[in-house]
Nanobody, 123 residues
Framework: QVQLVESGGGLVQAGDSLRLSCAASGRTFRRYAMGWFRQAPGKEREFVAAISGNGGNTNYGDSVKGRFTISRDNAKNTVYLQMNSLKPEDTAVYYC????????????????WGQGTQVTVSS
């Protein structure tokens, strides 16, 4: 397993941009597919984006397609989530997660999770 620490959350206005970072421990980071999920109060955890170990494949949830971009820097053991054109409905706690086997959009496939970072978008 890897340990994950997210950063970059905050309070922004609608239409603004924000970049989240997730730093991972360990020497095998490139072997893990990485994902971002989010959870708003009273709602289930929602898939946001995922990226394969070498960064060649990505996948996005329908609600963020065209606005969010996931990327990774394996030399820095870090995965990023660039969020543009933010909307109030993007307000949530954002979690970084690592999957050892496959790139997935299902939370249960991810074995390691960060503590989360709050993103709040005001209207």
């Amino acid at each position: 397993q890897v340990q994950l620490v997210e950063s970059g959350g905050g309070l922004v206005q609608a239409g603004d941009s924000l970049r989240l970072s997730c730093a991972a421990s360990g020497r095998t980071f490139r072997r893990y597919a990485m994902g971002w999920f989010r959870q708003a109060p009273g709602k289930e955890r929602e898939f946001v984006a995922a990226i394969s170990g070498n960064g060649g494949n990505t996948n996005y949830g329908d609600s963020v397609k065209g606005r969010f971009t996931i990327s990774r820097d394996n030399a820095k053991n870090t995965v990023y989530l660039q969020m543009n054109s933010l909307k109030p409905e993007d307000t949530a706690v954002y979690y970084c997660a690592a999957a050892a086997l496959i790139m997935s959009s299902v939370a249960a496939d991810f074995g390691s999770w960060g503590q989360g970072t709050q993103v709040t978008v005001s209207s």
